[in-house]
């Protein structure tokens, strides 16, 4: 298991749940992912778990995540789409 080096975790900020003003949200194409951890490590918000699940209610949409995978595995897609 890998250990997190995040020391905080995600909560509901002043003006409500990140996830709603989000312009584009990761979408992980399980076939390609290799399970490497590159996007849970670089993830600023900690919103990606052991399983490489992305808590899309605190995500920002940043695309930090799409651009360390190593596999291209994660592609931003725009809401509502």
Do not use: H
Request: one cysteine or more; proline letters at 5%.
């Amino acid at each position: 298991m890998r250990e997190r080096l995040a020391i905080s975790r995600p909560v509901e900020g002043a003006c409500g749940k990140t996830g709603t003003w989000r312009v584009f949200r990761p979408v992980v194409d399980r076939d390609r992912c290799n399970s490497c951890g590159m996007c849970a490590m670089y993830c600023p918000d900690g919103v990606i778990d052991n399983d490489y699940q992305i808590d899309l209610v605190f995500c920002k949409g940043c695309g930090i995540c799409a651009n360390e995978c190593p596999k291209k595995a994660i592609t931003m897609v725009r809401e509502g789409e």
